[in-house]
């Protein structure tokens, strides 16, 4: 089992450079890619239980912060749908070799739908695995569900404080965040990854309705989909339980692109 190596890396020139924090392990390929989500950090339960994964069989893997976010320097207010996709983008091009089975969770599930689209024919993406994954969740997540006072509030004030079930300490949501949100809407369209992809989600689910997740096939036409409901799953999806349904879809999404030809080098 190969070490845990910490690295940081700037992303930005001038007023926009930030310092992203990175945690990579070497080993073998594909490699596991980890997308945290909003104000979520590579910390956590499911981030580690990658890592876990990974190590338990010689594979290579990779987390990191966001900026504004865990160990990553920078403002969470500056934050973006468009800052956080370049940073994801510049870490798996900087600090990541060879193909990766990207896991994204909640928005990380938005943003590597986008990474792989930017990325579709290069070889990077071998797979996706989807956590409750909150696409178009600036407009139809947030903006679309809340009430006229909210609107009011976070274009008069810049931004919103939203409640959360899951801190004590409510969301900051700005208007920047909202706005740059819609540059990278999903809609109507089609996406097209080129990979298989394995989409997990709880019914429980109050942040990412489980059928706001299932609309999400119908845009996956053209590839490979499965998709995992877990009746009484919450949005955390990090039981005991979750863990081993999340490891199942690691190894068979591996284990489908490995299906098919596709050799991987470490």
């Known amino acids: 089992m190969s070490a845990v190596e910490t690295a940081r890396l700037t992303v930005g020139v001038g007023e926009k450079a ?3 924090a990175v945690l990579r ?3 073998a390929l594909p490699g596991l890619f980890w997308l945290g989500g909003f104000r979520s950090d590579m910390a956590g339960t499911k981030a580690s239980a990658v890592d876990a994964f990974a190590a ?3 594979l290579a893997s990779t987390r990191f912060d966001y900026s504004g976010h865990g160990e990553s320097g920078g403002d969470f207010e500056d934050g973006t749908i468009s800052r956080w996709l370049d940073e994801a983008a510049t870490v798996l091009d900087r600090c ?3 193909p990766q089975i990207v896991v994204g969770s909640s928005m990380g599930g938005w943003i590597a739908l986008l990474l792989a689209e930017m990325r579709r024919g290069s070889g990077r993406v071998a797979g996706l695995v989807l956590i409750a994954p909150a696409y178009d969740m600036t407009r139809a997540l947030m903006w ?3 009430d006229q ?3 009011d509030e976070l274009m008069v004030k810049g931004a919103y404080h939203e409640p959360s079930d899951y801190s004590d300490e409510p969301y900051l949501v700005t208007r920047q965040l909202i706005e740059d949100g819609d540059r990278h809407l999903i809609g109507d369209r089609l996406i097209e990854t080129g990979c298989p992809i394995h989409i997990l989600q709880g019914m429980a689910d109050t942040d990412v309705p489980w059928r706001h997740a299932a609309g999400l096939v119908s845009h996956l036409a053209s590839d490979d989909v499965v998709m995992t409901l877990v009746k009484d799953g ?3 999806l990090s039981r005991p ?3 081993e349904r999340l490891e199942a879809a690691l190894a068979g999404v591996i284990e489908e692109d490995n299906g098919g030809q596709r050799r991987w080098r470490a």
């Open 18 to 20: 930030r310092e992203i």
């Open 25 to 27: 392990r070497r080993g």
């Open 56 to 58: 338990a069989r010689g």
């Open 96 to 98: 990541v070799q060879g």
């Open 144 to 146: 679309d569900k809340w």
């Open 149 to 151: 006072s909210a609107r």
């Open 234 to 236: 919450d949005h955390r």
């Open 241 to 243: 339980e979750d863990i």
